[in-house]
């Protein structure tokens, strides 16, 4: 199993959300966060924004669903600008063991 964590643009969060529930992957947990890239944040004029808000997807999938996942948030969280930063990223780790809290089944 793999854990993808993706940092994707508020505005790009319900179509990748829809898009991944369409490819059949609807498990998926949404949390507001904020945060920077490598550009170090936002500067206007004298002013830096450096706590820009993002969208965290998290979702456990199998190990051969693993492209299909990570090729539909490349898709549709892209915002397609040329020279574009801030778009996000997306993170994948090992994930050991999976538990349904209800029922005490491990597995997905």
Sequence with gaps: MLMIRAIVRPEKTNTVMAEL?????????????VGRGKQRGVRVGEVVYDEI????????????DKEDVISVILK???TGEKG???????????????????SGSKGL
């Design 76 to 78: 549709y969280a892209k």
């Design 21 to 33: 529930n369409s490819a059949g992957f609807p498990a998926v947990t949404r949390i507001d966060v």
């Design 84 to 102: 574009a930063f801030g778009d996000g990223k997306i993170f994948i780790t090992p994930v050991e063991e999976a538990y349904t809290i209800s």
């Design 53 to 64: 808000p993002k969208e965290l997807l998290m979702l456990v999938i199998r190990d051969e």
